[in-house]
């Protein structure tokens, strides 16, 4: 099977990122307020190579590394986070596909589809019932085996990017007497596949994070991505999904970003007649400034340092990446708040974007796994580090 796209092949131009980011944020606050799908941005994004920029080029692909993906992933980020979300959940399995690949028939079919039009890819995973994945026993989705292949039913939530998917990762549990678990590749198109708009957030409003339903969806006997048996060991080599996790919040270092350069424009063009001169030539904007630029400047160093890593084939501990999460999700969202407390009323004026970032920086500590359940897998790596012997 030839993964190769020789009459348009798959390519991306890195130096293009500041072109797409202002692209995006000139949009940005009209999708955020009416919470309509961005295909526009999409668009945008694809035609910029930035979907399959992680491709490896022996499937055709651009082959961006780690750290070139969290460049993209900060720069859609700053630009516009919903879009940079929906993007980074299809931009990330193309990424592992060397690590954790896909059925070869049906990942060449992805690809061919991804030179002509945005191919959209997303993980369903988390349930009304159960919640996040990470917290509970087995998904209630269940897949049942068939003459033909798999028999999908069931319910997810959050479903980012829901109406725009080509194709959902559904994770669900098999019929077996003794059942596994993993990810069934759902084409979007299937019959007995709805979405159910749900999604009415404080922030993050573009996303479209939908419940999908999935009734009896029948879907061919390969279309199924690491089936195991449950708490299986990852196969070796398997990067930590934490790793992903922690890359991911580069998206949130973008809306950090873009709010920081917002609060500079303010102080600088503010001229308070009783100062005669811009706050930003005041003590507390430079000292506040400078504490807005150490918070950011130190979690963008951590995310980096980690895809650098990765990238160099240095062994990253998920312990390791969960407690850097936990760093860059606080400093984030510290420096955001910051920024508004700093501008006081006019930051929270809706004609001005530091609102809209304000609201879409909370949503960085919801995605799952939450601090609260970081914190004991820390502290209990911790604490067995420097265990007395037995």
Do not use: C
Not at 94 to 105: K, Y
Not at 219 to 225: C, M, W
């Amino acid at each position: 099977m030839s993964f190769a796209t020789e009459s348009r092949p798959l390519a991306v131009d890195l130096d293009r990122l500041d072109e797409v980011t202002a692209s995006l944020a000139a949009t940005a606050a009209e999708y955020d307020r009416t919470g309509a799908f961005p295909h526009a941005p999409i668009q945008l994004v694809h035609e910029a190579g930035l979907l399959t920029a992680g491709v490896d080029p022996r499937y055709g692909g651009p082959g961006a590394s780690f750290t070139d993906v969290t460049r993209i992933l900060l720069a859609l980020g700053r630009g516009d986070p919903s879009t940079a979300l929906i993007s980074g959940m299809t931009i990330v399995p193309h990424l592992l596909q060397s690590r954790s690949p896909w059925p070869q028939e049906l990942y060449a079919r992805v690809l061919a589809e991804s030179v002509v039009r945005p191919t959209l890819l997303n993980h369903a995973r988390a349930e009304p019932e159960l919640g996040s994945s990470t917290r509970g026993p087995l998904p209630a989705t269940t897949a049942r085996r068939t003459a033909d292949g798999w028999s999908i039913r069931g319910r997810k939530r959050y479903v980012t990017g829901a109406e725009g998917l080509s194709y959902l990762l559904v994770w669900a549990a098999t019929d077996e007497p003794e059942p596994r678990v993993g990810n069934f590749i759902v084409p979007a198109d299937s019959p007995g596949v709805e979405v159910v708009p749900t999604w009415h957030q404080l922030g993050m409003r573009a996303t479209g994070s939908h419940e999908v339903a999935f009734t009896d969806v029948e879907i061919p006997a390969e279309y199924v991505h690491e089936l195991a048996a449950p708490g299986a060991d990852p196969a070796p080599g398997t990067l930590p999904g934490s790793v992903m996790l922690l890359l991911s919040s580069s998206i949130y270092l973008g809306v950090a970003r873009a709010a920081q350069s917002f609060v500079h424009t303010f102080a600088h063009r503010r001229v308070p007649s009783q100062l005669g001169r811009p706050l930003a030539t005041t003590g507390r904007f430079k000292r506040a400034a400078g504490e807005i630029e150490t918070l950011l400047t130190s979690a963008e160093q951590l995310i980096f340092a980690v895809a650098e890593r990765v990238d160099r084939g240095d062994p990253v501990r998920g312990v390791d990446a969960l407690a850097a999460k936990v760093v860059v999700v606080r400093q984030v969202t510290t420096a955001v708040q910051e920024g508004l407390r700093l501008l006081g009323n006019p930051g929270l004026a809706q004609e001005n974007p530091l609102e809209r970032h304000f609201r879409d920086i909370q949503s960085v500590g919801v995605h799952a796994p939450g601090e609260d359940a970081i914190l004991p897998i820390v502290g209990a790596a911790a604490l067995a580090a420097e265990a007395p012997d037995a």
